[in-house]
């Protein structure tokens, strides 16, 4: 009875010890990503800081347009850490559950972290449907130096909070401004990121990591259409170095016909003296076997073309890119017949990155 008895007081013993080594795990500090640095924004002075336009102040747009801007698309955290693990604690005003985009970019976090000068992905995470009110974890089991991250918040989702949680007593502070320059980048659904697998990867983001000048993404899903109303709201974006559109994407060519010219000298008036870089849309795999898709294609290619051509030559200080490409030569890019995956916008943003900057050396931006 006597040896029974002491293994079970060795046994309560041990038990009693795994529980305090299960509560010795740590205590997680959160701190809103506001306190930290917010980089790759147009207007970085919204009175909600994960929108992308103040929709008060702007206005013209439509319902689904009011959402879509304030979707927190291109806007990431930068930080630096010596914390071995490093989790995020979102609240969301809205979560995207839609079919065009993974959840991982819809309404996840990818993290990269700088090694060797560069920009390396080191974590993406989410929560499941029961569990939006509570922490991410990111990542874990790293080592204890001090680290430069990049936190890229949810493309599509609307966002209210967002809180970076570290081991108590480990180092979080702001990193200073990672990118130099600020180009706004006014887009399609390409721009914005759609069909992308993590939220990182739509083209002006991937342009960033890899030139270490700030594009700032202003993509609304299937809105761009050279409104009047975001032109106005473009010519007060502050301190914006140059401008880079994909305005060619979604617009009919008839649209295109009447809006371009007001457009530019809407923004040549307010932003005088800055590049306005154009970009061809690219290539829809949907065009492989579909005839009438193909001649549309077709069709808006040469009359943007033929456009631009007398347009360059109009204006000062707006260029034409006719070498955005996102299909490889094996085809397998596409995820939908329109919007590439990753791997398409990866061959995007090489595609433009040299005339791109060549146009912007010509002004300083380098």
């Known amino acids: 009875m006597r040896i029974r008895s002491t293994i079970t007081l060795?046994?309560?013993?041990?038990?009693?010890?795994?529980?305090?080594?299960?509560?010795?795990?740590?205590?997680?500090?959160?701190?809103?990503?506001?306190?930290?640095?917010?980089?790759?924004?147009?207007?970085?002075?919204?009175?909600?800081?994960?929108?992308?336009?103040?929709?008060?102040?702007?206005?013209?747009?439509?319902?689904?347009?009011?959402?879509?801007?304030?979707?927190?698309?291109?806007?990431?955290?930068?930080?630096?850490?010596?914390?071995?693990?490093?989790r995020v604690w979102p609240k969301y005003t809205k979560?995207?559950?839609?079919?065009?985009?993974?959840?991982?970019?819809?309404?996840?976090?990818?993290?990269?972290?700088?090694?060797?000068?560069?920009?390396?992905?080191?974590?993406?995470?989410?929560?499941?449907?029961?569990?939006?009110?509570?922490?991410?974890?990111?990542?874990?089991?790293?080592?204890?130096?001090?680290?430069?991250?990049?936190?890229?918040?949810?493309?599509?989702?609307?966002?209210?909070?967002?809180?970076?949680?570290?081991?108590e007593g480990c180092l979080l502070e702001a990193l200073p401004q990672p990118f130099r320059h600020r180009v706004a980048v006014f887009g399609s659904s390409f721009t914005h990121g759609a069909s992308t697998s993590k939220s990182g990867m739509a083209y002006p983001s991937i342009l960033t990591r890899e030139t270490g000048i700030q594009f700032l993404n202003l993509g609304v899903s299937g809105r761009c259409r050279l409104q009047d109303y975001f032109a106005a709201a473009l010519a007060e974006a502050p301190d914006v170095d140059a401008f880079l559109f994909d305005t060619f994407s979604n617009p009919t060519p008839d649209e295109i016909s009447e809006r371009l010219f007001p457009f530019i000298e809407a923004m040549q008036a307010a932003h005088p003296g800055k590049p306005l870089i154009f970009q061809q849309t690219i290539y829809r795999e949907r065009r492989n076997f579909n005839l009438s898709a193909d001649k549309y294609e077709r069709e808006r290619i040469e009359m943007v073309a033929k456009l631009m051509k007398k347009t360059c030559k109009q204006y000062k200080d707006v260029f034409f890119v006719t070498?955005?490409?996102?299909?490889?030569?094996?085809?397998?890019?596409?995820?939908?017949?329109?919007?590439?995956?990753?791997?398409?916008?990866?061959?995007w943003a090489r595609s433009i990155r040299k005339p791109v900057l060549r146009i912007l050396k010509k002004y300083g931006i380098k």
């Open 95 to 167: 979560a995207y559950y839609g079919g065009g985009t993974t959840g991982f970019a819809g309404r996840g976090f990818d993290l990269y972290i700088r090694k060797d000068g560069k920009w390396l992905w080191a974590a993406s995470g989410l929560q499941n449907d029961n569990a939006l009110d509570k922490p991410v974890n990111l990542i874990k089991d790293m080592d204890d130096s001090v680290k430069e991250c990049l936190l890229y918040l949810p493309i599509r989702s609307v966002m209210d909070s967002v809180r970076i949680g570290v081991p």
């Open 323 to 347: 070498t955005a490409n996102a299909t490889s030569p094996d085809h397998y890019t596409s995820v939908d017949g329109t919007h590439p995956g990753d791997y398409g916008y990866t061959l």
């Open 10 to 86: 060795a046994l309560a013993f041990c038990l009693s010890l795994a529980a305090a080594a299960q509560g010795s795990a740590p205590e997680y500090i959160y701190t809103e990503a506001t306190g930290l640095t917010i980089t790759g924004k147009v207007f970085p002075d919204t009175p909600n800081p994960y929108h992308r336009i103040d929709t008060a102040r702007f206005h013209g747009f439509t319902k689904e347009e009011l959402r879509l801007v304030t979707e927190s698309a291109g806007i990431a955290v930068a930080f630096r850490t010596n914390a071995s693990s490093i």
